[in-house]
């Protein structure tokens, strides 16, 4: 029933072998004995620095949902500079092979520039599929699973081991991915897989096995953190917090998630058939037997364009938020916003065909596609006009963070109009699996890239208690966006001109001056990563003079900014009730932002448990013995998976309890802690009354989980 | 750096601009998608301009617009007036939504569906509702196998040329096109748009040109470790050149049964530019190659192709010199 595979392969390692190993290879040899230095450095000094035990505690066995939004932007940053590192090496292959006749260095095995064909597919596959899955989507991800609580006034997620589970799968892809390096190949056919190239035949070796298994635990891991956003948002909103009152970016969280859930099954079982023709000798997307390649292409792309707009929509929410802080002014046509939001939502699920135009479906076909694809234009362009209104008739003040969303900005105003050129199949057939492409996905990735760095510099005080350096978020600001430029206007030329996607050598020698250009460009990208690491050191060094109290911008409108900087573990003191759609605006209009609780009540915690570290492990280990065919430590994986899952099931988790006097206790210490905010200041108790609350009058947080939110 | 340098910098970097954008008028230009010579290609890039200027139209005023807001309304300086409770206008509303959704009519009607039905690939209207009645097609069976192209023209003898296209000019060219392993695109980006090639499956294209001449082709979509190699050149010719070169064709030793073709289809990269031309080939041979694809015919790529290229490479070298 197996599929017979091509070279050795034995009962106790399957088909790894020493030789699978690229010892010889000049590039990954070096880069493996640099990792496990700077590796076995680092294990040293957290050993001499006794960090263990705090690392376990505080941190692997963590449910805090800002503990693990913050490995979720950390993975996604590390995972960020390996695709970056990736994206060097496809420019300087292209800048180093193009033009015609032999210019590769022999010595690597490459006939032009210095990768073989193979190895540089490998690349820009893993490159691909790093920059959406494991750069975007945890960065994104993690500011969700950060913010997103403390915008709805929640203790934590609904499911706090979910959580946890999510994230340590998530890592275990991300894992199986950087193994790939030096242990076998990666997949060579692109991020999406190209039907039926990933069929045996074509790919004899394991980097597509590496591919189907990553890609798996990443579709599980984000899909069990979209059921958890969902279940947070519907459930756990503090009272007050009606759905016309929840914070755009809020809004967004909901929208994305509803698209991961629904369409993140679609990858699983798109890719579980992949491997049933892999390993099973299945015909699902063979040519021959009755297999139907394109039915792989639709049911990638069903899930792949949804994908996209997972990754945009927490971008615009937060421009969403940043853009009115600093303009000092409520977001302008909220209502339009969220509608706009929910509009892109739901047209991302019937526009996955503008793919693959060219596949020859026919012009009514084309033309219900084109059409929906550009539908997707509308609410996008009442995004960027409602932006362009929040600053009108306001106070806006360039901080560094505003510096990013307004680049962000101007990133969707060219891919919006690229994309509009793309989504016609008439111009689509010229330009399509061209440069423009890449050129044009890259403007709309970036644009998620700056509203990030824009987001971690906007929310950074919220979660570790000072501002990040000003002067060095906008040097790093100004070296990317001169990269972006010096890359991605020479790309664009370059698809007018006829060169095509994924060219290990561009033959044309008339590209070679642009690729020059765009090397250029790399090299201040990689200016603005030192920039990165200098404003994270300078900032951290000077951290004391950087203190925030909760109001950490003093513009600040949604409700995070209402809790203490850095947020303690238990969010809220006491749960706030909503007054208003931007709450800490309310509150510091009427004067109450500096109201502190009157009374505690006792708050009911989730205990820490390594168990999703575990699972996490089984899972990779489970990826790693499939991909190598290892039969017996594959069964041994998945029956300690599963084992793992009925035992913490079995056990639950009471939790604990956190008395009102430790609360009071504690809160007074963090206040004590905290600079005064600069504006004005009011004293305690000093309220108008009627109507207005500032914290729920409920008896604990018990009594709450059973009644749900106050409204709906 | 004084001055003057910067200047004489300024005035490079103007004449390198007007360059560049000159260079889309040039007789050899470099720019493929804005120098069409196919009747398919300028239908596309007409469509393109149309759309880059509605689009660029609003896109350009809202990019005006947002600066202007930065400008005005900056903190300290702008001299806007400042009001931090206005948050809506259903005045502002209407045309937020409104302008989206009229250019997006437009585009649809004018653009998206028009196109669509002009250069729809299997009978694109702009060139066969221009055909003359007693027009003479030209046929071109298209196998694409890992990494060469078949070109075979079934009115003409079946002669067929490998990686080579030659075609008539002012005469429609309607293309059959399969491919013997994995998916590719069929790209002529100065004569025709993009078509998808696939295994066991048929799709067509259409071609029309007006100016003779000598143009890329591209195997435009990733299809193993030989895609950049896998490249044609398209001659166009005039019809009496182009019946001069089906003679010499006709008259070639070389022929190609289903046999010769599983030898010819095997992995194979085109480093060496070779162009052989068959005298004729076993009528059928596209469908055949079909069928057999679709009972599950492969030709599956060796282990060693998938490592050292350079050592595949001197391998096919050494046999090129013998």
């Given at each position: 029933m197996l599929v017979h595979v091509p070279g050795p392969w034995s009962p106790l390692l399957g088909r790894l072998a020493l030789s699978e190993i690229p010892y010889k290879n000049l590039i990954l040899a070096p880069l493996f004995v640099l990792i496990v230095l700077v590796g076995l450095a680092l294990v040293g000094w957290i050993t001499k620095r006794g960090l263990w035990g705090y690392l376990w505690r505080e941190w692997f066995t963590t449910v805090d949902h800002k503990k693990l939004g913050i490995m979720y932007i950390f993975l996604g940053l590390v995972m960020l500079f390996r695709g970056f590192i990736d994206g060097l090496m496809i420019r300087t292959q292209q800048m180093l092979a193009v033009g015609p006749g032999d210019n590769g260095i022999k010595a690597m095995g490459a006939i032009h520039g210095y990768l073989t064909p193979f190895h540089f597919g490998q690349i820009y596959s893993a490159h691909g599929l790093i920059m959406i899955l494991l750069a975007a989507t945890p960065l994104l991800v993690g500011l969700m699973n950060i913010i997103v609580p403390l915008q709805i006034g929640a203790r934590d997620m609904a499911f706090p081991y979910l959580n946890a589970l999510g994230f340590w799968i998530t890592a275990a892809g991300a894992a199986l991915i950087m193994i790939s390096l030096f242990v076998g190949d990666f997949s060579h056919n692109g991020w999406f897989g190209y039907a039926p190239i990933f069929e045996m035949s074509y790919s004899p070796g394991v980097g597509v096995d590496y591919w189907i298994w990553t890609l798996e635990l990443i579709a599980l891991g984000t899909t069990l953190g979209s059921i958890n956003f969902l279940a947070t948002v519907v459930k756990m909103r503090a009272p007050g917090m009606t759905w016309g009152r929840l914070p755009v970016f809020t809004w967004s969280a909901v929208s994305a998630n509803i698209i991961a859930l629904t369409s993140f099954p679609c990858l699983q079982v798109a890719l579980a058939l992949v491997g049933a023709d892999r390993y099973l000798g299945t015909h699902f997307f063979t040519a021959g037997f009755g297999g139907n390649l394109m039915l792989y292409t639709n049911l990638f792309w069903l899930w792949g364009h949804p994908e996209v707009y997972f990754v945009i929509l927490p971008a615009f929410g937060m421009l969403g938020e940043i853009i009115p802080t600093f303009s000092e002014k409520p977001l302008f046509g909220y209502v339009a916003m969220v509608l706009a939001t929910f509009a892109i939502a739901g047209v991302s699920w019937i526009v996955w065909l503008h793919h693959f135009f060219t596949m020859g479906m026919g012009p009514y076909v084309s033309t219900e596609f084109s059409v929906a694809t550009m539908l997707v234009g509308i609410p996008t362009g009442v995004k960027v006009f409602n932006w362009a209104f929040t600053m009108y008739r306001g106070r806006i003040s360039y901080t560094a963070a505003m510096h990013w969303a307004l680049g962000a900005l101007f990133l969707l105003l060219i891919g919006g109009l690229t994309g509009m050129m793309l989504s016609i199949p008439a111009i689509n057939y010229m330009v399509h699996n061209s440069v423009f492409v890449v050129a044009h996905f890259h403007m709309m990735l970036l644009c998620i890239v700056y509203a990030v760095f824009g987001a971690v510099i906007y929310w950074w005080p919220k979660v570790f208690g000072f501002r990040l350096n000003e002067a060095w978020g906008k040097i790093m600001f100004w070296l990317f966006s001169a990269g972006t430029a010096l890359v991605f206007i020479p790309m664009f030329m370059l698809g007018f001109m006829g060169e095509t996607r994924r060219l290990d050598w561009p033959f044309d020698p008339h590209w070679a001056g642009l690729f020059d250009v765009q090397e250029f460009g790399i090299a201040i990208y990689v200016l603005s990563v030192v920039s990165f690491v200098v404003l994270l050191f300078v900032s951290i060094r000077d951290r004391a003079k950087e203190r925030v109290g909760a109001d950490a911008w003093?513009?600040?409108?949604?409700?995070?900014?209402?809790?203490?900087?850095?947020?303690?573990?238990?969010?809220?003191?006491?749960?706030?009730?909503?007054?208003?759609?931007?709450?800490?605006?309310?509150?510091?209009?009427?004067?109450?932002?500096?109201?502190?609780?009157?009374?505690?009540?006792?708050?009911?915690?989730?205990?820490?448990?390594?168990?999703?570290?575990?699972?996490?492990?089984?899972?990779?280990?489970?990826?790693?013995?499939?991909?190598?065919?290892?039969w017996w430590l594959s069964g041994i994986a998945l029956l300690a998976t599963v084992a793992l899952m009925i035992w913490r099931s079995a056990k639950g988790d009471p939790g604990y309890v956190i008395s009102a006097e430790e609360i009071a206790r504690l809160d007074r210490e963090a206040r004590q802690k905290m600079p005064v905010d600069g504006g004005d200041t009011v004293p305690v108790g000093g309220f108008a009354g009627g109507q207005i609350m500032a914290y729920s009058r409920e008896v604990s947080d018990q009594d709450r989980s059973h009644r749900g939110p106050k409204s709906w | 750096m004084t001055t003057k340098k910067w200047l004489q910098m300024g005035q490079y970097a103007a004449i390198l601009l007007t360059t560049m954008l000159l260079g889309g008028c040039a007789r050899h230009s470099p720019w493929w998608i804005f120098d069409p010579k196919g009747v398919g290609a300028r239908a596309s890039y007409d469509y393109m301009m149309i759309d880059i200027a509605v689009m660029l139209s609003i896109v350009g005023l809202t990019a005006i617009m947002i600066v202007w807001f930065m400008i005005r309304y900056r903190k300290g300086g702008g001299g806007g007036k400042y009001d931090g409770k206005w948050s809506h206008s259903m005045t502002i509303e209407f045309f937020t939504w409104g302008i989206p959704i009229a250019a997006v009519a437009f585009l649809s009607w004018a653009v998206a569906i028009n196109g669509s039905f002009a250069l729809n690939p299997y009978n694109p209207t702009v060139?066969?509702?221009?055909?003359?009645?007693?027009?003479?097609?030209?046929?071109?069976?298209?196998?694409?196998?890992?990494?060469?192209?078949?070109?075979?023209?079934?009115?003409?003898?079946?002669?067929?040329?490998?990686?080579?296209?030659?075609?008539?000019?002012?005469?429609?060219?309607?293309?059959?096109?399969?491919?013997?392993?994995?998916?590719?695109?069929?790209?002529?980006?100065?004569?025709?748009?993009?078509?998808?090639?696939?295994?066991?499956?048929?799709?067509?294209?259409?071609?029309?040109?007006?100016?003779?001449?000598?143009?890329?082709?591209?195997?435009?979509?990733?299809?193993?470790?030989?895609?950049?190699?896998?490249?044609?050149?398209?001659?166009?010719?005039?019809?009496?050149?182009?019946?001069?070169?089906?003679?010499?064709?006709?008259?070639?030793?070389?022929?190609?049964?289903?046999?010769?073709?599983?030898?010819?289809?095997?992995?194979?990269?085109?480093?060496?530019?070779?162009?052989?031309?068959?005298?004729?080939?076993?009528?059928?041979?596209?469908?055949?190659?079909?069928?057999?694809?679709?009972?599950?015919?492969?030709?599956?790529?060796?282990?060693?192709?998938?490592?050292?290229?350079?050592?595949?490479?001197?391998?096919?070298?050494?046999e090129h010199r013998a």
């Open positions: 003093g513009t600040s409108r949604s409700l995070e900014w209402l809790t203490d900087s850095p947020v303690p573990f238990y969010n809220f003191a006491m749960v706030p009730e909503i007054n208003a759609r931007d709450e800490v605006a309310w509150r510091r209009e009427h004067g109450f932002l500096d109201i502190r609780p009157d009374h505690y009540k006792a708050i009911h915690m989730p205990n820490n448990t390594p168990v999703a570290l575990y699972i996490g492990a089984t899972l990779f280990l489970l990826g790693f013995a499939l991909t190598w065919r290892i | 060139i066969t509702h221009t055909m003359k009645p007693k027009g003479d097609p030209v046929d071109v069976d298209v196998i694409a196998t890992d990494w060469q192209w078949l070109f075979i023209y079934p009115q003409f003898h079946h002669i067929a040329v490998a990686n080579e296209l030659v075609v008539p000019a002012h005469t429609p060219v309607f293309f059959k096109l399969t491919s013997t392993a994995v998916t590719t695109d069929f790209f002529v980006p100065q004569l025709v748009g993009m078509i998808d090639v696939m295994p066991g499956m048929r799709t067509k294209d259409a071609l029309e040109v007006d100016h003779r001449g000598s143009y890329q082709g591209i195997a435009a979509d990733y299809c193993g470790a030989g895609t950049s190699w896998m490249l044609f050149k398209t001659k166009v010719v005039s019809m009496r050149d182009f019946h001069r070169w089906v003679k010499t064709a006709e008259a070639q030793p070389e022929t190609m049964n289903y046999h010769q073709f599983n030898e010819f289809a095997r992995p194979y990269i085109n480093v060496h530019y070779k162009t052989p031309i068959y005298g004729h080939v076993e009528p059928g041979l596209f469908n055949h190659v079909i069928l057999e694809v679709m009972n599950g015919k492969k030709w599956p790529l060796p282990m060693f192709m998938t490592e050292n290229m350079y050592a595949y490479l001197q391998k096919q070298a050494k």
